[in-house]
């Protein structure tokens, strides 16, 4: 019996022993997007009810060793169904296709993390993330006004007589202006556009992206970081990110159709778009989107029956008494421009057969915009050279129209695969913008009878060329990452043809001559690490990064950033600190030109020139070098519930040495010569202006977002989203402005009253937005209040002649009604209540309304000044 239960133990022994090794099984496969095949990276496989897991690769493949079988694998991923999957003993390779988790989707951020995505509530900085559904309904039709309206702390407005400005609508975050903020697209940067903003409006002296050539019709979602992210993305990023998420949808076709008219009966447009995508090469996938639309112009002007920048009038002046009679509004054209846009984007993945994604997008957009100077009435350019063109026609004056193309281009494409277990992803992005000018309706009074009408004043561009290396990899709860981008500029400037810059040049504006040619290259590497550790309900991260420029050296740069989760994960608390930098641009380097303003009291031609220039080297203007900013942001984000959440930021963006773009530097004292005024005899102008890294400046801030859904009302369901932003910066050395001795000793200041409300007051300091939707079977209806804070206009120098603009709401309502799975209708009324601006009070200066000419401000602006806008239209899915 002894040796009977010994041999028994022992079998039974070894049973159990080869039952477990029999039962280790060694899984592998690949987790992909259900919807549109391509690779998952990051996503967590464990083995339910144990602590074994793993995690995706970049190509979204996993290795794992089950301890025992039968066992479940659970594969989870945020903003995915979590999927769970039988183990069995002959099991060894498990692919899984992960279904988008469509209510959780839209909380789903990448933006401000080189790791995985996470959802807005876990991020240690505030970011919105906006579905492209939640942007059209605000009735907007391009991108940066839809934003206008959705994020409080961004703002761009419709532009008016600002030449090419008019086609761009000079857009910013946190009141920074449009060169502080990075965009990308997919991820990568995104380029500028090649236009400098140097007219009096907001945004004046800045270089921004060209919003306006990315079309709705493409995006997915947008994500805004609004936090400094210098330290991880490189210049621009001071006042945050705009991450722009491109369509990958397949297997479905949408075509929208769209017209509206404001109540004037002016500003008609029309349009279409249509999006489709579809698998290619077994899993990858293409997604393409073209679009269409036409926009007729809008006026506003005044109507004063009188000229008093000129001092002429109907009593004084009888012999142009009728002149006014027929043009009361002295024929202006104030308002939106008559503009034309096409596009095509597109956006694709392809799965590689030894592992990993070949991804690419971009497209190109196409405006041609016909905006408008002021009408040269008859008293001001007395000579009727138009006769000359028009014989047996009555002279009234003529008025040069500014028309403009636009091409912006991008294209970028890449590889993310594995290589020894760390996630790897190298691209390459081009982008470029050209403005190609031509003035019509014009004269150049110099060459008399002989002046064409027509002009090739020349154009500008810009394009730049970005090539990534990122790699990163998890180890458990400790993340890594790190890379580098080089990237190369080029901005030029293109001659007009000769009869534009003959003389005194094109009215309206003088042709660029050979002298203002630019062809400037420069370029700039950079390299970064980023580390992570996420454990439990405490996130740390931190980042470091090193910029060398070609033409100004280098700088280093760090962020810092933390977020505890408390209250069962219902309350985060987020912090973040960061040190950043912008480069000063091609465009602000290089560029002089001569262009008619209003300058030296009057309209006349002002010179820009450049600080490489000998004129300005001439006035001791120190060069151009990059500006640095440091950020802190705290604050917390609670999930009271699933349906309702509030978040709550406060920020302080502090800038040094910021490049402006100066006052007008003009004759101050006719009866001293000064080195200010050999220049301005020298290029016959009546002022100049140039870039310079003139002031400091401070910005503290706080935005909250408080959003509450699926609320039951009768038969549906409500949701009610409050959204706000207060914003205000300060310039911090108003009093210790340094203006170069020879133009303090000419009579002048570099940065007056008016350019420094530019950058203080020229935007709303606070701007809330309240948005009801209701759902009801298949009709949706939302009312939204969006609340402009007021403005303040400053003169250059005389205090009693300020303007504060008082506050206004604006309300938007839109109807939709699905009429099938295939046809859908929508009908939208953009500020109902017909909300204008308050009107510009001169207060006895006729330059701040040009003689009566204009109604409502134009260089500081709250919303425009179109009044209300009706459109309708179809959308068709199939």
């Not at 979204?60 to 995915?80: C, D, K, R």
């Not at 994020?151 to 202006?177: C, E, H, K, M, W």
């Not at 530019?758 to 937005?769: C, F, G, Q, S, Y």
């Amino acid at each position: 019996m002894k040796y009977t239960a010994t041999i028994l133990v022992s079998l039974a022994l070894l049973t159990a022993t080869a039952t477990v090794a029999y039962g280790q099984v060694d899984v592998s496969g690949q987790v992909t997007d259900a919807k549109t095949g391509e690779a998952l990276p990051g996503v967590n496989v464990t083995v339910k009810g144990t602590t074994t897991g793993t995690a995706t690769d970049l190509s979204g493949n996993y290795n794992l060793t089950v301890p025992s079988v039968p066992a479940v694998l659970q594969f989870s991923f945020v903003g995915y169904v979590q999927a769970e999957v039988n183990v069995v003993q002959s099991s060894s390779v498990i692919n899984v296709e992960l279904e988008q988790d469509i209510a959780f989707l839209s909380d789903v951020v990448v933006v401000g993390s080189r790791f995985n995505p996470r959802s807005e509530f876990d991020s240690p900085v505030p970011i919105d993330n906006l579905p492209v559904e939640e942007l059209e309904s605000t009735g907007q039709f391009t991108l940066d006004q839809m934003m206008t309206f959705k994020v409080p702390s961004y703002n761009a407005t419709q532009q008016t007589v600002s030449d090419a400005t008019a086609l761009f609508n000079p857009a910013d975050l946190r009141g920074l202006g449009p060169s502080r903020t990075l965009i990308l697209i997919n991820g990568k940067r995104k380029n500028a556009s090649s236009l400098v903003y140097i007219n009096d409006t907001p945004g004046k002296g800045e270089v921004g992206v060209d919003m306006q050539s990315i079309p709705a019709a493409a995006v997915e979602r947008i994500e805004v970081l609004r936090d400094g992210a210098s330290a991880q993305y490189g210049s621009d990023a001071i006042a945050g990110v705009i991450n722009i998420v491109l369509k990958d949808d397949v297997g479905k076709t949408t075509v929208n159709t769209f017209s509206g008219v404001t109540s004037e009966g002016d500003g008609f447009n029309l349009g279409f778009d249509a999006n489709s995508g579809f698998n290619i090469f077994g899993n990858g996938y293409v997604n393409v989107t073209t679009g269409y639309r036409w926009q007729d112009r809008t006026n506003r002007a005044g109507e004063p029956g009188r000229d008093d920048l000129f001092g002429v009038n109907p009593q004084d002046n009888p012999e142009f008494a009728a002149f006014f009679r027929e043009n009361p509004d002295l024929s202006m054209l104030v308002g939106m421009p008559r503009m034309a846009t096409f596009d095509v984007f597109f956006n694709s993945g392809i799965p590689l057969a030894g592992g990993g994604t070949l991804y690419s997008f971009g497209g190109i957009t196409y405006r041609d915009g016909e905006s408008y100077a002021l009408h040269r009435t008859p008293y001001w350019i007395p000579d009727p050279f138009f006769i000359h063109h028009n014989p047996g026609g009555t002279y009234s004056g003529f008025h040069p129209t500014f028309e403009t193309d636009v091409y912006d281009r991008t294209l970028g494409a890449g590889v993310r695969s594995t290589i020894e277990g760390w996630d790897v992803d190298v691209s390459a992005t081009f982008g470029s913008n050209t403005v190609d000018y031509t003035v019509d309706e014009s004269l150049n009074t110099d060459l008399g009878n002989l002046s064409p009408t027509t002009f090739n004043v020349g154009g500008y561009e810009f394009s730049n060329i970005v090539g990534n290396l990122d790699v990163f990899r998890a180890f458990g709860d400790f993340k890594i990452g790190f890379g580098s981008e080089f990237r190369t500029e080029n901005f030029i400037a293109k001659a007009g043809e000769e009869d534009s810059y003959f003389g005194s040049g094109t009215q309206s504006f003088p042709g660029v001559q050979p002298r203002n040619e630019v062809d400037k290259i420069r370029s700039n590497i950079g390299a970064y690490a980023d580390v992570e550790y996420d454990y439990q309900d405490v996130l740390i991260g931190g980042a470091v990064r090193y910029e060398d420029y070609s033409d100004f050296g280098n700088t280093v740069n760090w962020k810092v950033n933390g977020r505890v989760r408390v209250a069962e994960d219902r309350l985060a608390i987020r912090a973040s600190a960061s040190t950043g930098f912008r480069a000063p641009s091609l465009h602000q380097l290089y560029l002089s030109n001569i262009q008619t303003l209003v300058s030296g009291g009057t309209v006349s031609n002002q010179g820009t020139f450049n600080t490489d220039s000998p004129v300005i080297r001439d006035l001791r203007v120190p060069t151009l070098k990059e500006e640095e900013s440091f950020n802190v942001t705290a604050g917390v984000a609670a999930n009271v519930n699933d349906d309702f959440s509030v978040t709550a930021d406060y920020y302080r963006i502090t800038v040094d040495d910021r490049v402006v773009f100066t006052g007008e530097i003009s004759d101050a004292d006719p009866n001293v010569q000064t080195v200010v005024d050999d220049i301005l005899d020298a290029f016959s102008v009546t002022s100049l202006k140039f870039f310079t890294n003139a002031i400091d400046t401070e910005t503290n801030g706080v935005d909250v977002v408080a959003s509450y859904k699926n609320i039951p009302l009768g038969s549906g369901t409500l949701e009610v989203t409050l959204a706000g932003n207060y914003n205000e910066t300060k310039i911090t050395n108003r009093d210790n402005i340094t203006t170069p001795a020879p133009i303090r000793q000419s009579g002048n200041v570099i940065f007056n009253r008016k350019e420094q409300s530019r950058v203080e007051t020229a935007r709303p300091n606070d701007k809330v937005a309240l948005s009801l939707q209701y759902n009801i079977s298949d009709w949706n209806f939302i009312v939204s209040n969006t609340r402009f804070g007021e403005v303040r206009w400053r003169h250059a120098s005389d205090v009693s002649k300020d303007q504060v603009f008082a506050a206004k709401v604006l309300t938007d309502v839109r109807i939709g009604y699905r009429y099938s799975e295939t046809v859908r209708l929508w009908l939208n009324v953009n500020n109902v209540f017909d909300v204008y601006p308050d009107e510009l009070d001169t207060k006895g200066d006729v330059v701040t309304d040009l003689g009566g000419r204009f109604k409502y401000p134009w260089e500081v602006n709250q919303f425009g000044f179109m009044g209300t806008t009706v459109a309708g239209g179809i959308s068709l899915t199939f």
